[in-house]
């Protein structure tokens, strides 16, 4: 459960809405029409712009994000220096039962396991790093759109109420609650943006390059083992993609 | 037939027109001139920046993204296993006869078939594959940038009602209707960026980059078959270009 | 004669002129202090940040992109067929009296009747390349930035008319009026810069990859008449740049 | 201690208060609600985009901005003249002992003293260096979306201070003030953006490329070292990286 | 003397300055505040983002690209001929008495003179290149930086004038003249960044280049006269960087 990231979007809502409770009464901000504008323009065009599974997989995880634990890379470099030591007590051979739910380090160890050529067991490790980058990008942009969508969705349901306003200036009492509505849209679209969609964004990006980075580990990793199967340097190498302090 | 890009294109612009509905007529938001500039001026001005034949190209494009089937990245990895199937049973020189419509596996199969020299096939292949994507940007680049003329437009034709209306402030009650007629053009504007231009410009080019993925595999494929002539090995590599739930 | 290019500029242009007529008359929008401000600050200031060899030489090319005749890439591919044709006949030897206005083409049959070293010919025209493109990139910025330059000044020029109309609130009736004539200058600047500059800039951008991909076809074509004389490989290898439609 | 930087800050703000006083009380400018929305929203919300343990590093990179002392590129060239002259003299064996908190350092020379080989010397130091970067573009990103978080929640409450004053247009006297308060929000925004986190941000970013030099400097010395070890030839080498005028 | 920037940074300002005059008085426009704030302002930031020797740089280099004549590219192609000239006659160890101010074409000749080895001096001219270049990027980026630090604290003044107005709305004449004020910071900021920030850095960047030209003109040249030490090749290379029209 990663706490801060939701005490950090409860706090950041709890203080908006806390400020406006303070100036006035919080049904001043809710109208249903602008939740119709600015949700669903929102949420309609996304699949205009992404297919429908793209969205269904970022929204998961989006989810996701929330929930998940982080694998630190400290235990990539773990797990890699084992196989290394495995492989040298019990030969390469031993790899092929090596249990794991990550799936470039299951075809690594397979490879190794099947004594393939390196050039293949690199370009295949590039080309499973390279798809699951791609797969992992489509997230963060999914997000993005939404966080650039519903700024516009905002401005699009003002200039709605502005329009409507102008045209019946009759009655100059009821100008200023006009306007107050046509704003409530741009004020939904500018919270939705600036507190879930790009933050989330940015956290899906933190996370693929999290899981690039263990993709790396274990490609220098595999790299190592054929090249020079010695635990100690394995890890002296792979020690190096640690900040210092993680270090032994 | 793309149901889910229709359906968001659809119920985008229906709740934009529910909302519309709820607050007065609709007719308040129909004034020619105001689609004479933004319409008018958007595709006028697409034919100074891009050629006409890019434009009518980015146009048919843009359709056909509402229509057309995708080619999932499976079938072409299944279709790269059954020629090196083939390949192995018959000899290389079999592949002249594979029949498709993809020009990029035409010419592989024509290229292995003529037992031409591996750097030519390489070389070949990746210009076919670069002169591609140079062509499919075009489309991408045009729906772009017709998102950011039709904004571009509604803001000339709010400043051209301002001024108008600013020239003749005689009638304190001829005001209000005057600039509601004048923001209608931003209004245009933004919808037709935000709902249908951009949306269109990121779905070709999520099109663009599937088909880059397929030539790809193409490429790698083809390159399998002629280092070593093994479909077990051909489907172990090409598989990592799959999602690990699509992979057998 | 660029047929498109011009329609497309003068109907976008006579669009906004109708536009503006069916809402009043035309010497609203003509003013010849805004003239000053945003044409001459536009022009002025492009000397600034660009040296004047440079703005002559981009104003000249912006011209040109509206007379000058496109050469298709499918007849270059034709020029270089035809050339490896000549050379094969008659040797290496005949290309130097081959005839071009293609500074590039020309070096690249002088290097190869001169019998010059791969190495040579490939770094000589990789730099002729480089050189090309760094010159035809100059055109392309400086429009633009006159295209960012004119809506900065149009802004600039709104906030002097703004200063001097809020300096002087005597008479209510003048506000309209003079507001009117502030705001004439934002409308100078996004017209200049929607409809005039910016599409140049695009254009020229094309025109330029247009001129990059005939270089790729001469210097691919070049390295295969040296490697491997054979005028029908050297047509199967430059028609991967064509669209598949415009292959034989 | 950075004077100048602190000079910058404190002055930049001295500034923007004494023209403050100079038109009106500085308590205008303070008020609670609007504390509570930018900076109770801006710093809710950078844990929703970046870890915890990212934030307080950020921080704590961007307060030692001001305080720490940057070492010179010259030093280090003189440092890696200095270890190719003690190698030269007592052999690689004795870069052993030699003292460094530079840890990239470090982990060269001890390459060096166990004679590894040079391909994994390379390949060590390549992964040092780009995680080093990897963690400390880390900072900058958050500084810099700090950076567009402030104004955006400066937004957020100016847009609901609108609502509420235009909702209750009861009393025209009231308008005024309760717009000034409105505003307050953007004020505070645009002011943390501008003063502290977007120049923190480059501050950082510029560190970070100091940082790679020196990092560059070592990988170059340790080459030359290794392969050929001439003090003479190594400063010669590592010179380039200083300006002209810094050179002995 | 570069008259075309200074020609064109006088007519753009005098241009502003006669737009303002015909709309009424100059003394509308000075107001010390409004000085305080963007002047005071952005330059106090701009210490807190750069370090103060590289602000220092910076502003020099600013005012010499008014003053500073500009080498061509064709005369330093004309110096490599020369120098392979010489060289030819006198052998490699003449090269050692070339005189010339530019540092990389110094220690090229050094490098050649002392039969360095070949892939020595690519390395060192490389890095040579690579930091002139980091060092010349500063330049652009510090008064990239002022002109968007100019238009920020010209929208903080507006921001403190609307402030301070909105909340002393007791006299409605005055607030004409307040706004009026209020709005000289924004005007302020953007003719700073629009007219002299801004295109200066624009001008510093294309300096840059032509400087990075005249270092790779160098590095092929010294290439050439390595390998092949004909002045007639040496200009058939290095003549391919020139226009068509300033070749021989």
Known sequence: MDFATLLGLISGLALVVAA??????M?????????????????????VAFPFEEVKQALGAGFKAFSSRKVQVREVVNIMVK???????????ALEHVKTENMVLKKACQLIADNADPSLIRSTLTIEITSMKR???????????????APSFGMIGTLIGLVQMLANLNDPKAIGPAMAVAIITTFYGSVLATVIFLPIATKL????????????????????????????????????????????
Chains 1, 2, 3, 4, 5 share one sequence.
């Open 20 to 25: 406006i409770m303070m100036g006035g009464e």
């Open 27 to 47: 049904n001043l901000f809710v109208d249903l029409p602008s939740v119709m504008i600015v949700f669903g323009g929102t949420f309609g065009t996304i699949f």
């Open 83 to 93: 196989i290394a030591e495995i492989s040298r007590r019990e030969g390469l051979i």
């Open 135 to 149: 797969r992992h990008k489509v997230g963060e942009e999914v997000f993005k759109r939404l966080g650039s969508l």
């Open 205 to 248: 990006k933190a996370r693929t390059m999290q899981e690039e980075l263990q993709l790396e580990v274990i490609f220098e990793g595999a790299k190592s083992i054929l090249e020079n199967n010695n635990p100690m340097l394995v890890y002296e190498k792979l020690s190096s993609f640690l900040a210092p302090r993680e270090r032994k």
